[in-house]
């Protein structure tokens, strides 16, 4: 099954504090592309907890260039009560949890996927572009073959 997996996208693992539209701002203002949030983000269950990753897209048609955007990380609170044994005692207390999109990069904010028809997107000048944004903290282009999790990029 593994050797089906013949995708042909870049990734580019971005580190920033931002929000997700602000990033999808600041990528669309400094790179000239017109992401857009999608009408439904890229939702997961796990463990009983549904996921949800914020998700923006934008297809180039002239260039034959889809970019999609996708926050890495999913936060949420959860409420947890346990029974002290007593007649009227319960402990309630919450725990923040984290899901990662790609867990192997739980470091990484934002993930840009690039899928393209021909091998001619420049990754080159996209990170050197990226990296000039004041609010971004790093960006690298990531080895797909090396994700354990990369069918979570499947979105099709």
Not at 95 to 113: G, M, N, Q, R, S
Request: glycine share 4%.
């Amino acid at each position: 099954m593994e050797d089906d997996f013949r995708e042909d996208f870049s990734l580019l693992a971005i580190h920033c504090s931002s929000d997700a539209y602000k990033m999808a701002y600041l990528l669309n203002r400094n790179l000239g592309l017109k992401l857009h949030r999608r009408r439904t983000d890229l939702d997961f269950s796990k463990h009983g907890l549904e996921i949800s990753f914020p998700w923006f897209e934008f297809e180039d048609e002239q260039e034959y260039v889809t970019y999609d955007l996708l926050a890495n990380k999913f936060r949420t609170v959860a409420a947890r009560t346990v029974a002290s044994g007593g007649l009227f005692g319960s402990d309630d207390s919450e725990a923040i949890i984290t899901e990662h999109l790609i867990p192997e990069l739980k470091k990484v904010d934002y993930l840009l996927k690039i899928s393209s028809d021909s091998n001619s997107t420049p990754l080159r000048k996209l990170l050197h572009d990226i990296n000039e944004i004041n609010e971004v903290i790093s960006v690298y282009s990531v080895e797909i073959d090396t994700l354990k999790s990369k069918h979570n990029l499947i979105f099709d």
